[in-house]
């Protein structure tokens, strides 16, 4: 009987080298499939992709879209969807419009106001579904439409704008340069530094950690090719856009969202029990996870993200319109799924969701600078959701 | 040599040297197999022996090709691309999973795939007539029209047999047929396969349940590892279980339950008058105020058909997960507890380990590490942040100790076998540190010598002074494992045995005096 178990023990073990390799290819995947892409764009546009300039408005394009997607993947991943985002994302900047242009309010209460209202519209639209139990498909389908009409009566059909320069900032500015040198922001330069720095820093702490308690890790070649890579990418792209503004303040809000998500949901235990939770309600439940809560605080978490959304849009457009936020919620769910995220819930990952937005945000960009139409724009975005999902099932498939 | 028992003699169905490889791996190696015309040939072996796969192979759905060996059906080779093919010979299997749709009546699932129809119009009047003819002859009485969703899993196991006579069968497999049956459901069930026998119909049975083989089968072959260790002629001569066994193992087990010297301590818990309603009509009473006592160090068994209310009255008592209406109180070491989440009760002490551990017990996507510590993440937790390394430490730690074997905890627990699966649930639980555990079909799906490490850490358990609440439907195994058993009928305790007097016949009987009222 002993032996039999070793033999066992042993054979399965030769196996999980094997898995081992394919799930981290699963991982890095998606990047090198961002990578290629934004190589493809660059050589097409003849460089202009990743000119500081246009690295710049990639940001600012897509940086609303990343925010959502963090938390539509928390949603995603609890086993729900939420349709609603991109009316909420109008209706916010719409009521921050009236707030601010209007009714002449500070910035800093209106946006907080904005953020609570965006709270209490998730955990309206949370309520229905955790605790009333009707699929959130059809509760923020209905809440798409809801708040999709409330924005054309806030706004009486009309745009209202222009903000105040203080409040363009929040999506237009760009951290101030503490030092003077011509055509370089430092402090941008310097932020991207210590930001890689800092990775590779608990990148290593956790590998020697991980090694001293004798876990698997990755070959230390592929762990220093890895962090130098990073270091390359991250040290490049601030170096780019040091030489146009500097790091514009949304990216360091997007910045530190994603930082914190990724946190949340790899090492917390509201995120270890929302992936349980999306894996298998029924066992998480019996396990003392208090699914509804958790169902309702994904969708709450949901509607201030839409609301921060709305509000860099708005500052952006720096006027708030009734189609503003049109069709984001789209955006936002490719996203997710191109980042492998499971339409069944309990799988996906917040650098998943990341990666995915900044796939379709460079072909949004990579397609317009070429000269492609919206409509073709639309097929081929389709097109690559699908092939990107295609082959999710098929690597999962063929592991399994 | 006369023709009938030329006949007999004749195999209706053999299989010579089939072998199949998956990557990495050789799940069948030269196996052999020659089931005679009108007989019932048992298969028997561990899990992961190779059963299933060799029924694949029959079956079609490892098509031709992709095994090597021979199959011959009526005397002649035969080589199945898919399952249609195998089926148009009068080869039917039936899996261990219904393939029913649940929303469908029993004569749309009976003919689903075969339907009746003229240009595609369904005539169903013809179709209601011959589903009351094949119900009559499997021995139900419900309506044609009744949706499956709403008849019992063994009625459910009749509607499958109902289909594979549809098709005119001439060998029908079982796939672990009663698994999900009590005791009369499953003698029904094997009393239509004498029956088919003697109409003709030729069975293969893959079954756990050993006393059933010995009770219906003629042969039994017995596979270990993927290859043919023997076959039995149960005409021949008498086999007994522990015979079998031998084979299936490799070895003669001495005994199946391990042996403990029970130090029944203090009552620690108990519950007063508990009642609970059926969670959709309000007014089914299904738990009917129980009484009941767990003592320390104790293994109380609750012995019942099924549908006597045993799983829900654990669930009701654990954080109120089945049914609505509920009352009665529990009492933990002399003082009332409140159990009314699954939460509270947990923090109370109480941990209940489910008879469905795929749908209820596990999260099959995730490793055994997330796995087990779900149910006390704060174990491993510094405030709210997972602390890997301890976290890891504490899954080496079970795995090593309950024996979960595997690859590393790094591995999803829906690849892992059933009973290494129930491993990782009781880890999940015996992490989150109970004083009451409540195992509900412990060993369900199991094989024999799995079954016998989780007897051992249940026996440790009780040991550990732990009170253990164990449900089952296998008599023999609360007879063998519990220091008390209750009898449940109906949603009430019929009756309470210590472990010296209780007997099959004893609780039986019970049972059926409980019924006549």
Redo the contacts between chains.
């Keep these: 009987m002993d032996t039999r178990v070793s033999d066992e023990i042993a054979g399965e073990k030769r196996e999980s080298y094997g898995s081992f390799l394919k799930t981290h290819f699963r991982d890095y995947g998606m990047l090198v499939a961002l990578l290629l892409i934004m190589a493809f764009f660059q050589v097409m546009t003849g460089g202009t992709l990743l000119r500081p300039l246009n690295l710049t408005n990639l940001i600012l394009q897509n940086s609303y879209i990343v925010i959502m997607a963090l938390g539509m993947l928390l949603v995603i991943v609890a086993g729900h969807i939420d349709l609603s985002v991109g009316s909420v994302v109008g209706f916010v900047g719409g009521l921050a419009a009236v707030l601010i242009v209007k009714f002449g309010m500070h910035y800093v209460p209106a946006t907080i106001i904005c953020l609570v209202v965006g709270g209490l519209i998730g955990a309206a639209q949370g309520y229905w579904v955790a605790y009333l139990k009707v699929p959130s498909f059809i509760v923020t389908l209905a809440g798409m439409l809801v708040f999709k009409g409330l924005t054309l009566s806030l706004l009486g059909g009309q745009s209202v704008g222009p903000f105040p320069p203080t409040f363009q900032k929040l999506s237009s500015g760009f951290i101030p340069d503490a030092f003077s040198v011509e055509g370089l922001s430092l402090t941008s330069l310097l932020l991207g530094v210590i930001t890689a720095a800092a990775l590779v820093y608990f990148g290593f702490r956790s590998r020697v950690n991980q090694q001293k308690h004798t876990v698997e890790t990755a070959p230390f070649g592929f762990f220093v090719f890895k962090n130098a890579l990073l270091c390359f990418l991250i040290i490049g792209f601030a170096y780019l856009l040091a030489t146009y503004r500097g790091l514009p303040n949304v990216l360091i809000i997007m910045f530190a969202l994603v930082a914190l998500y990724a946190f949340v949901t790899n090492r917390t235990t509201i995120g270890r029990r929302i992936y349980a939770l999306g894996g298998n309600e029924k066992a998480a439940k019996l396990s003392g996870i208090k699914t509804e809560r958790l169902t309702f605080l994904t969708f709450v978490n949901m509607g201030v993200l839409a609301a921060l959304a709305g509000l860099i849009f708005a500052a952006r457009l720096n006027t708030a319109t009734p189609k503003a936020g049109l069709g984001f919620e789209l955006d936002v769910i490719a996203a997710c799924f191109i980042g492998g995220a499971s339409a069944y819930g309990g799988v996906g990952k917040v650098t998943g969701a990341v990666i995915g937005a900044f796939v379709m945000g460079v072909m949004n960009n990579g397609m317009s600078i070429l000269g492609i139409g919206i409509d073709y724009q639309q097929v081929i975005k389709g097109l690559v959701l699908l092939a990107a999902v295609t082959a999710d099932v098929y690597n999962k498939k063929k592991s399994a | 040599m006369n023709g009938t028992e030329s006949e007999c003699m004749n195999a209706i169905l053999e299989m010579r040297g089939i072998t199949k490889t998956f990557p990495?791996v050789k799940a069948l190696d030269d196996v052999n197999i020659a089931v005679k015309a009108g007989e019932i040939h048992a298969l028997v072996g561990e899990n992961g022996a190779g059963k299933s796969t060799l029924m694949k192979v029959l079956s079609g759905v490892y098509p031709y090709g992709s095994y090597t060996g021979e199959i011959r059906f009526e005397g002649e080779e035969r080589r199945f691309r898919d399952i249609a093919d195998s089926e148009k010979l009068g080869i039917i299997i039936i899996h261990q999973e219904l393939a029913l749709v649940p929303l469908l009546s029993i004569a749309e699932n009976i003919f689903l795939g075969n339907e009746q129809a003229r240009f595609g119009v369904i005539d169903w009047s013809f179709v209601f007539a011959q589903t009351k003819a094949l119900l009559k002859k499997v021995g139900l009485k419900e309506a044609p029209d009744t949706l499956v969703t709403d008849i019992g899993v063994g009625k459910q196991q009749l509607v499958e047999i109902a289909k594979a006579l549809s098709k005119k069968v001439k060998l029908l497999i079982l796939d672990e047929p009663t698994a999900s049956l009590n005791e009369s459901d499953s003698d029904a069930l094997l009393n239509l396969l004498l029956e088919f026998k003697a109409q003709g119909i030729s069975s293969i049975l893959i079954s756990h349940k050993l006393n059933e083989i010995s009770k219906v089968a003629d042969s039994i072959t017995v596979l270990r590892d993927g290859t043919t260790v023997e076959t039995l002629d149960c005409h021949r001569e008498a086999i007994s279980e522990d015979r079998i066994i031998r084979g299936m193992v490799g070895?003669a087990m001495a005994d199946r339950y391990p042996h403990r010297e029970p130090r029944v301590g203090e009552r620690i818990f108990e519950v007063k008058d508990w009642t609970a309603y059926h969670p959709l009509h309000a007014d089914r009473k299904v738990v009917k105020g129980v009484n009941f006592h767990i003592n320390k160090g104790e293994i109380v068994g609750i012995a019942g058909l099924m549908g006597a209310g045993r799983t829900e009255l654990a669930m009701s008592l654990?954080?109120r997960?089945w049914g609505q209406n509920i009352s009665g109180t529990v009492l933990l070491n002399g003082r009332e507890i409140d159990t009314s989440?699954?939460?509270r009760?947990?923090d109370n002490g109480i941990a209940?380990v489910?008879e469905d551990r795929k749908?209820?017990?596990?999260?099959?996507?995730?490793d055994i590490r997330?796995n087990v510590t779900?149910?006390n993440?704060?174990g491993v937790?510094n405030a709210?942040?997972?602390d890997?390394?301890r976290e890891?430490?504490v899954a080496n730690d079970y795995r090593g100790k309950l024996?979960i074997?595997?690859?590393?905890i790094y591995?999803q627990t829906v690849n892992l076998s059933g009973g290494n699966q129930q491993k990782v649930v009781l880890s999940?639980w015996l992490f989150?540190d109970p004083k009451i555990l409540i195992l509900d079909e412990p060993t369900r799906g199991i094989d024999v010598?799995a079954k016998y490490e989780i007897y051992t850490i249940i026996n440790n358990l009780a040991d550990a002074g732990k009170g253990v609440l164990m449900i089952s439907s296998e008599m023999p195994e609360l007879l063998g494992m519990c220091d008390r058993i209750y009898v449940m009928n109906e949603g009430a305790l019929i009756g309470e045995f210590a472990a010296a007097e209780a007997s099959q016949e004893r609780i039986m009987h019970a049972i059926v005096k409980a019924g006549r009222h």
Excluded: P
């Excluded at chain 2, 749908?359 to 995730?366: H, K, N, R, V």
């Excluded at chain 2, 074997?405 to 590393?408: A, G, P």
């Design positions: 990495g070895r654990f954080g997960t989440t699954v939460g009760a947990v209940y489910t749908t209820y017990g596990l999260i099959l996507e995730e997330k779900l149910a993440l704060e937790a709210l942040v997972i890997d390394i890891m430490a024996r074997r595997s690859s590393n591995q999940k989150a010598g």
